[in-house]
């Protein structure tokens, strides 16, 4: 499976925007997917992470509450709604798909096997 995010851009704290991780190739549906992000000079950061059918997720501690996950199969695409931005949330966004089911590891970027390109958001304050 090959991934591409799309959707970052510029917003002013306390601003909203979504993101989109769009699969192509085939057995999407076999793959968790999650969401990572990495500023400059930081490691990159797991932010959250859904299963293969959509009715399991995980978050990182820094975004939960604020971040939401979601799955639509149809259109090959997982989304990060993300609200209440924050300018220390300006980052390079990336999603990731590994073929295992939901579980701890797979906060860990090590876990995944697939990443797709990532996209920038910046927060000004």
């Known amino acids: 499976v090959q991934l591409q995010a799309f959707g970052g851009g510029s917003v002013q704290a306390g601003g909203s925007l979504r993101l989109s991780c769009i699969a192509s190739?085939?057995?999407?549906?076999?793959?968790?997917v999650g969401w990572f992000r990495q500023a400059p000079e930081k490691t990159r950061e797991f932010l959250a992470a859904?299963?293969?059918?959509?009715?399991?997720?995980l978050y990182g501690d820094s975004v939960e509450g604020r971040f939401t996950i979601a799955r639509d199969s149809a259109k090959r695409t997982v989304y990060l709604h993300m609200s209440n931005l924050k300018p220390e949330d300006s980052a390079v966004y990336s999603c990731?798909?590994?073929?295992?089911?939901?579980?701890?590891?797979?906060?860990?970027?090590?876990?995944?096997?697939?990443w797709g390109e990532g996209t920038l958001v910046t927060v000004s304050s």
């Open positions: 990731a798909a590994e073929r295992a089911p939901l579980g701890p590891r797979l906060r860990y970027r090590s876990e995944y096997e697939q």
């Open positions: 190739g085939r057995a999407f549906s076999d793959y968790a």
């Open positions: 859904i299963s293969q059918n959509g009715d399991k997720t």
